[in-house]
């Protein structure tokens, strides 16, 4: 379980956190080979309901910054905890960031050990902030750490935000990538939106690869980073 007591927080959100009861399981994100881990997903999972359940009851509250709070600082924990070297992934909302105090604290506490091991997946839920975008970037950059948008194809991660936003990695959702092997629509889809982002120099991840078949057609596909059951489940 993650505790959150010993951070030298706000007293409000110090109580707010002290409330959560979680955990965190990773979700490797692999190379090319399908062996090597480019990158470690961290998965919050609440010990009384379901992810789910939670973000639909902190945004009722509106209270999605204490979500976005736990999330920074007890993935990291989680993290370190396990000794993995590759780079964590953290998913945050695209509605939030933490406040300078916080992300003060969360430098002093972690330090140089997270410079240039962090990747930010800004989520397609539930609205997109322009300006906590911007002093989210600003942070991350500071750090050399890496931005990437979640989900691409469904939701608010279209083109059109990917042009405003900049990322550094792009997430392809399962829904794009899903029977691709088959699926011609599909095929030229992907095709093209890789041709596009690798223009830009921005990474493509394949994420939810279920099956053999569609691993095997996006690595013609020269996607750059694979992700799903298929290759490892979340532990």
């Not at 973000?55 to 509250?61: M, R, S």
């Not at 909302?93 to 997946?121: H, N, T, W």
């Not at 890496?146 to 405003?164: H, K, V």
Request: some cysteine; charged content about 25%; aromatic content about 12%.
């Amino acid at each position: 379980m993650i505790n959150f007591d010993h951070l030298p927080l706000h007293t409000d959100i110090l109580q707010a956190l002290r409330k959560l009861s979680i955990n965190y399981v990773f979700q490797p994100i692999f190379r090319p080979d399908g062996k090597t881990v480019y990158a470690w997903e961290a998965l919050m999972r609440p010990t009384d309901m379901t992810v789910t359940d939670l973000i639909v009851d902190y945004t009722q509250k509106d209270k999605l910054h204490v979500l976005e709070v736990a999330t920074f600082f007890g993935a990291m924990q989680a993290y370190f905890l396990r000794g993995y070297e590759e780079k964590v992934a953290i998913n945050s909302f695209p509605s939030d960031c933490m406040k300078q105090e916080e992300a003060d604290v969360f430098l002093d506490y972690f330090g140089e050990k997270i410079r240039g091991r962090m990747m930010i997946e800004n989520l397609e839920y539930p609205y997109f902030s322009p300006e906590h975008w911007k002093e989210k970037r600003r942070s991350v950059k500071f750090m050399d750490n890496l931005l990437a948008a979640d989900d691409f194809g469904i939701g608010l991660n279209n083109m059109e935000l990917i042009e405003f936003m900049s990322p550094d990695i792009v997430k392809l959702d399962r829904e794009v990538i899903s029977g691709i092997d088959h699926i011609s629509e599909k095929q030229e889809n992907v095709k093209n939106v890789v041709q596009v982002f690798h223009s830009k120099d921005i990474m493509v991840v394949a994420e939810g690869i279920e099956e053999t078949e569609e691993f095997e057609y996006l690595l013609g596909l020269g996607i750059d980073l694979y992700q799903g059951y298929y290759l490892a489940r979340p532990a």
